[in-house]
């Protein structure tokens, strides 16, 4: 049996997790998946299960051996598909992460978009703000908000974000206006769990130099849609990215404040690991959002009388 077969055979026994299932799904005898499997580790001259009668796990060989037997079949899968794609027709699954109120409000209509553009395309799509190891996890992208930490990832600025100060107009009608971000220090805190300090808000003054204000926190959540919620519900003051308010500021339920100053800002990046060749359905799907978002994009375009 050649190379390419013992791998799809080893790859195909570690995702079913036993080899009677791996036998079912390779249309084999369970007998010659455990044969092929012994016949790998003695040309490998290693042990890449740790067996016993009612479970197997890959030893520390047999899970770096898995990760490279992983890649290239997937490598060998895609350039098959990409030699079936000449005619400029993208096809395959793409595995895709993001954030979920991004995700919910503005992937989601991107993805619908560009899968009828695409018929052949497959989601994957999973939504929460979880950090995810692309590569071990089996990703082809991640949309990430905010400011990126150093890694061997490549990144692509798909959008700008930036945050608003808004609140409720009544309950504006009942606290006042604020004036100065200072004065935020004597409002109610509609704030973000996630940040390493919730209430510390970040602008930059007339003179661009970076402030912060210290906001008293009446309500903390991990979801920005909630903390929105909260907002038109008249709670307190909110500082979040323009993609979650400017509907709700569009419709009249919430009043943005203190628009002379720029507050935190940031940017929508598309992920992907730099070791792997970018497929031509990543590459069309990335170009793709970016056309669509654009350097000044909807979220942003909704603010603009209110900076005027």
């Known amino acids: 049996m050649n190379q390419l077969e013992q791998i799809r055979i080893f790859v195909e026994l570690v995702k079913a997790g036993s080899a009677t299932q791996a036998a079912r799904q390779l249309n084999l005898a369970t ?50 598909r990409e030699l079936g794609s000449r005619s400029g027709e993208l096809s395959g699954r793409l595995r895709i992460t993001t954030p979920w109120s991004f995700g919910v409000s503005h992937l989601v209509p991107a ?33 990430r908000i905010g400011e990126l930490e150093d ?23 009942r606290h006042g206006r604020p004036q100065s971000p200072q004065e935020l220090a004597g409002h109610q805190g509609l704030c973000y769990a996630n940040l390493k300090a919730p209430g510390q808000w970040l602008y930059f003054d007339d003179q661009g130099r970076r402030q912060s204000v210290k ?34 500021i569009r419709q009249g339920l919430l ?8 507050w935190y800002q940031m940017g929508i990046y598309a992920l992907y690991p730099g070791t ?11 170009d793709f959002l970016g056309k669509r978002f654009g350097d000044h994009p909807e979220w942003e375009a909704a603010l603009d009388p209110f900076r005027a």
């Open 215 to 248: 906001v008293p926190i009446r309500f903390r959540a991990s979801n920005g849609d909630a903390l929105r919620h909260a907002a038109i519900a008249g709670l307190g003051v909110l500082c979040e990215p323009s993609f979650i308010t400017y509907q709700a």
């Open 31 to 80: 007998s010659a998946v455990s044969r092929r499997l012994k016949e790998l580790e003695a040309r490998l001259g290693t042990e890449l299960l740790h067996r016993t009668t009612r479970s197997m796990t890959l030893t520390d060989d047999g899970r770096a051996y898995y990760e490279r037997c992983v890649r290239i079949l997937e490598d060998l899968d895609e350039a098959e």
């Open 276 to 286: 792997r060749h970018l497929s031509p359905r990543v590459r069309g799907f990335i």
């Open 255 to 262: 009043e943005p404040v203190l628009t002379q100053y720029r």
């Open 111 to 143: 993805i619908t978009e560009f899968m009828y553009l695409h018929p052949r395309v497959e989601i994957d799509l999973d939504m929460n703000d979880r950090k995810v190891d692309l590569v071990a996890e089996g990703f082809d992208l991640a949309i």
């Open 151 to 173: 890694s061997s990832l490549v990144a692509r600025k798909l959008a700008p974000v930036s945050h608003v100060v808004a609140a409720a107009p009544d309950y504006f009608q």
